[in-house]
Antibody, heavy 117, light 109 residues
Framework: EVQLVQSGAEVKKPGESLKISCKGS????????IGWVRQMPGKGLEWMGI????????RYSPSFQGQVTISADKSISTAYLQWSSLKASDTAMYYC??????????WGQGTMVTVSS | SYELTQPPSVSVSPGQTARITCSGD??????AYWYQQKSGQAPVLVIY???KRPSGIPERFSGSSSGTMATLTISGAQVEDEADYYC????????????FGGGTKLTVL
């Protein structure tokens, strides 16, 4: 079964760093782009960026460039989204999704990140 | 930055046809994709490449695109179709700059 499994919910303080993960299984992890999507509480979906684990080619939405870092470790079929200094406004649900021939057909279950002092 | 514009809400009675629009300057050249998101769940792809339906998506879901507007049509909407719907596409820069529309809340009652 093709699936993406994300790491668990996080509660952090402003200024702390964080790295969340998205592990792919059931397919060739290096052959498909993995995208990250933010959903702030009660708001819509926002495309953050995308990575091709085969060669780590990474693209960012202009809105998120410089705010987050997307990476991948193909040896363990895992993509990451990380922050160096969290803000309260980073509180959101974060989804990873596999981009294939038909679009984002496979999604992770989401990781809730709460940033509060 | 590139934007896709959707109406905030659409409301229909069960059995009626719901149409959700998405406008964007690059849509004449770029495909639109549609995602359904029910409360508390991850999004689900319902239409890709303007009008194609993934396996497992009911036939009542269809898509079309003309000029700068893409449309998701739900023919004979069911109560279980009540959800947020998002269009998704890219600008014409070729730089992988993808965006979601603001989302449309479909109410079926």
């Amino acid at each position: 079964e093709v699936q993406l499994v994300q790491s668990g919910a996080e509660v952090k303080k402003p200024g702390e760093s964080l790295k969340i993960s998205c592990k792919g299984s059931g397919y060739s992890f290096t052959s498909y782009w993995i995208g990250w999507v933010r959903q702030m509480p009660g708001k819509g979906l926002e495309w953050m960026g995308i990575i091709y684990p085969g060669d780590s080619d990474t693209r960012y939405s202009p809105s998120f460039q410089g705010q987050v870092t997307i990476s991948a470790d193909k040896s363990i079929s895992t993509a990451y989204l990380q922050w160096s200094s969290l803000k309260a406004s980073d509180t959101a649900m974060y989804y990873c999704a596999r981009q294939d021939e038909v679009g984002y057909a496979i999604w992770g279950q989401g990781t809730m990140v709460t940033v509060s002092s | 930055s590139y934007e896709l514009t959707q109406p905030p809400s659409v409301s229909v009675s069960p059995g009626q046809t719901a149409r959700i629009t998405c406008s964007g300057d690059a849509l004449p050249k770029k495909y639109a994709y549609w995602y359904q998101q029910k409360s508390g769940q991850a999004p689900v792809l319902v239409i890709y490449e303007d009008s194609k339906r993934p396996s497992g998506i009911p036939e009542r879901f269809s898509g079309s695109s003309s000029g700068t507007m893409a449309t998701l049509t739900i023919s004979g909407a069911q109560v279980e179709d009540e959800a947020d719907y998002y269009c998704y596409s890219t600008d014409s820069s070729g730089n992988h700059n993808w965006v979601f529309g603001g989302g449309t809340k479909l109410t079926v009652l």
